[in-house]
């Protein structure tokens, strides 16, 4: 099978991940729970990990740093726990349903008022919009990184500095770009920095978190066990206890600890640098083929994803062909990107897209040209 479908998860993980992973199973315990050497080598397993993400992602102090099972987890406990009745947030037509269901919720439960910033039919934002919607209420802006419908990538450094030039929160949904995209939170002007661990980072699926910035305090989206300061009738308000509630994927977090190590080996930039080789190669070639449509601002950096329809055909039919015809893997349909499919115009037909890793090499660029092509052709 040729898989092109990483911008849902990368199958192809490194070696190091998987041996990480089932070593931790052979002997790792649950973190906090005791003195035994099971116990303390998952402390040891999670405080490494923690160690590894702040500095991966420029989080000053490792403390700030909380797992949680997904980006979608984070997303939840951040907006969850910035947002009251009454805020005003600020948000764009390129968020996943894991940052627009949320708001959507807390409009109906909590009065909190959100703004979203329009794209046009590229998928690209004005971003002197996001200075013209703050009001007097507004309390913080989120956005993603990177579509994970059409690749665009947003220049986070400039909404980060508008946000705080008016003393707003500034929330980061990195689930694109954590592991391909150097992202330093402290020169970014980025509050909250939502990530998971089963897409560009290369860990293991049920692993993701939240690195918080000092100064910046979020309520607890959880309660429960923490193996620490168990008399307190409410949850501990230090960090990462705060927002850990619950036995950590211990062994889960020691895959994403070897996989952090794959990424600082390898070097985000050559990561980067080889999936844009082949996303680039693809787009140029697909472009010819007469009948395909391609969805996109391809002008600038970007994520690896190359989202296309063939004449009229409904995406799942011919993402379905690439499956039984090539063994070509690849994702149809909405993307739990509404708002951008409004914008595209691609609300009933979805769209195929095409997303690639470090693992994948030029040969799976042109087989997949060659299907695009032959049915584009039929």
């Not at 211990?250 to 080996?265: K, M, Q, R, T, V």
């Given at each position: 099978?040729i898989?092109?479908?990483?911008?849902?998860?990368?199958?192809?993980?490194?070696?190091?991940?998987?041996?990480?992973?089932?070593?931790?199973?052979?002997?790792?315990?649950?973190?906090?729970?005791?003195?035994?050497?099971?116990?303390?080598?998952?402390?040891?397993?999670?405080?490494?990990?923690r160690?590894?993400?702040?500095?991966?992602?420029?989080?000053?102090?490792?403390?700030?740093?909380?797992?949680?099972?997904?980006?979608?987890?984070s997303?939840?406990?951040?907006?969850?726990?910035?947002?009251?009745a009454?805020?005003?947030?600020?948000?764009?037509?390129?968020?996943?349903?894991?940052?627009?269901?949320?708001?959507?919720?807390?409009?109906?439960?909590?009065?909190?008022?959100?703004?979203?910033?329009?794209?046009?039919?590229?998928?690209?934002?004005?971003?002197?919009?996001?200075?013209?919607?703050?009001?007097p209420?507004?309390?913080?802006?989120?956005?993603?990184?990177?579509?994970?419908?059409?690749?665009?990538m947003?220049n986070?450094?400039?909404?980060?500095?508008?946000?705080?030039?008016?003393?707003?929160?500034?929330?980061?949904?990195?689930?694109?770009?954590?592991?391909?995209?150097?992202?330093?939170?402290?020169?970014?002007?980025?509050d909250?920095?939502?990530?998971?661990?089963?897409?560009?980072l290369?860990?293991?699926?049920?692993?993701?978190?939240?690195?918080?910035?000092?100064?910046?305090?979020i309520?607890?989206?959880?309660?429960?066990?923490?193996?620490?300061?168990?008399?307190?009738?409410?949850?501990?308000?230090?960090?990462?206890?705060?927002?850990?509630?619950?036995?950590?994927?211990?062994?889960?977090?020691?895959?994403?600890?070897?996989?952090?190590?794959?990424?600082?080996?390898?070097?985000?930039?050559?990561?980067?640098?080889?999936?844009?080789?082949?996303?680039?190669a693809f787009?140029q070639?697909?472009?010819?083929?007469?009948?395909?449509?391609?969805?996109?601002?391809?002008?600038?950096?970007?994520?690896?994803?190359?989202?296309?329809?063939?004449?009229?055909?409904?995406?799942?039919?011919?993402?379905?062909?690439?499956?039984?015809?090539?063994?070509?893997?690849t994702?149809?349909?909405?993307?739990?990107?509404?708002?951008m499919?409004?914008a595209?115009?691609?609300?009933?037909?979805?769209?195929?897209?095409?997303?690639?890793?470090?693992?994948?090499?030029?040969?799976?660029?042109?087989?997949?040209?060659?299907?695009?092509?032959?049915?584009?052709?039929?």
């Amino acid at each position: 099978m040729i898989y092109l479908d990483n911008a849902a998860t990368t199958i192809h993980k490194p070696e190091s991940v998987i041996e990480a992973v089932t070593d931790a199973m052979r002997h790792v315990g649950n973190s906090a729970r005791g003195t035994h050497a099971g116990s303390l080598d998952a402390a040891r397993v999670i405080f490494e990990t923690r160690m590894k993400a702040a500095q991966l992602f420029g989080c000053p102090d490792p403390t700030r740093v909380a797992f949680t099972s997904n980006v979608t987890e984070s997303l939840n406990l951040a907006i969850n726990g910035l947002l009251d009745a009454g805020d005003h947030v600020i948000t764009t037509m390129l968020e996943h349903n894991s940052v627009l269901r949320p708001l959507y919720r807390l409009e109906e439960e909590r009065g909190v008022e959100m703004s979203i910033v329009p794209a046009d039919q590229n998928g690209c934002v004005i971003y002197d919009d996001f200075e013209k919607m703050i009001r007097p209420n507004t309390r913080a802006i989120v956005t993603t990184h990177i579509s994970n419908l059409t690749g665009n990538m947003l220049n986070v450094a400039r909404i980060g500095k508008i946000a705080h030039e008016h003393g707003l929160i500034y929330i980061v949904d990195a689930a694109q770009s954590a592991g391909n995209i150097p992202i330093d939170m402290a020169a970014m002007d980025i509050d909250v920095l939502c990530f998971t661990g089963h897409k560009g980072l290369y860990g293991p699926q049920g692993t993701g978190g939240v690195c918080v910035m000092p100064g910046v305090e979020i309520r607890p989206f959880k309660v429960g066990g923490t193996g620490v300061q168990t008399y307190l009738k409410t949850q501990p308000k230090d960090m990462p206890v705060r927002l850990e509630a619950g036995t950590m994927n211990a062994h889960g977090l020691a895959g994403l600890s070897a996989a952090i190590d794959f990424i600082n080996e390898t070097g985000e930039d050559q990561i980067h640098q080889h999936e844009m080789t082949l996303m680039k190669a693809f787009y140029q070639e697909v472009s010819k083929i007469d009948g395909v449509k391609i969805y996109g601002d391809f002008s600038g950096d970007r994520g690896a994803i190359v989202s296309i329809n063939i004449r009229d055909y409904d995406s799942s039919e011919v993402s379905d062909y690439l499956m039984q015809e090539y063994e070509i893997a690849t994702r149809p349909g909405a993307h739990c990107a509404p708002l951008m499919h409004e914008a595209l115009g691609t609300t009933d037909q979805g769209a195929v897209r095409f997303s690639f890793s470090y693992f994948n090499q030029m040969d799976d660029v042109k087989t997949a040209v060659k299907a695009v092509r032959e049915l584009s052709e039929q």
